[in-house]
């Protein structure tokens, strides 16, 4: 009986370890959909860049330089929310 009751135990053990691992493979997908997200922002940012100084040029203006700030600081912000991102999924792949 004792054994059967073992078998069981590890089998139980067994389903919560994969159940666990199953979990931090989805939190880790969504995680990496997240930084993806975030790339692909740095780039349209970095799209909007060029295309305020391209204006501000072809217009004949001079340097747009509080736009290009802002912008630089919104993909500033998205790198380190990206840097963030990693240091989750690191803690959840080392859990």
Known sequence: MSF???L???ALN???VVGNKSQDLMEIGKLKMHISQLEGDIKKLKGEIG???YNAYINGQGSPSEQVVAL???ISAK???IE???AKIDQV???
Request: glycine share 4%.
């Open 4 to 6: 059967l009751k073992n």
């Open 8 to 10: 069981g135990d590890k």
């Open 14 to 16: 067994t389903a919560k």
């Open 51 to 53: 295309e305020v100084v």
């Open 72 to 74: 630089c600081d919104s």
């Open 79 to 81: 790198y380190a929310e």
């Open 84 to 86: 963030e991102t990693k």
């Open 93 to 95: 792949q080392n859990d």
